[in-house]
């Protein structure tokens, strides 16, 4: 468990971004995106999507070392 949730961390702490900019851009409530981070709960295959084009909107850096840093661990 816990593999999205790994990469969602370490993009949102090298890029600054909030767990509630993410909450906001996908319309769902940050303790969700809370539970995925802390590895409580992994998002399920739509979630990883919106997650990705919620991170693209905020910042398209951060959404491609999202997936680099998710496939990479999938592996």
Do not use: C, H
């Amino acid at each position: 468990m816990g593999q999205a949730g790994k990469a969602l961390r370490q993009v949102l702490e090298t890029y600054g971004i909030s767990q509630n900019q993410v909450a906001v851009k996908m319309g769902i409530g940050r303790s969700n995106v809370y539970r995925w981070v802390n590895e409580v709960r992994d998002p399920g295959a739509e979630m990883v999507l919106q997650l990705r084009d919620a991170l693209q909107e905020i910042n398209p850096d951060a959404s491609a070392e999202f997936v680099r840093l998710y496939l990479n661990k999938i592996q």
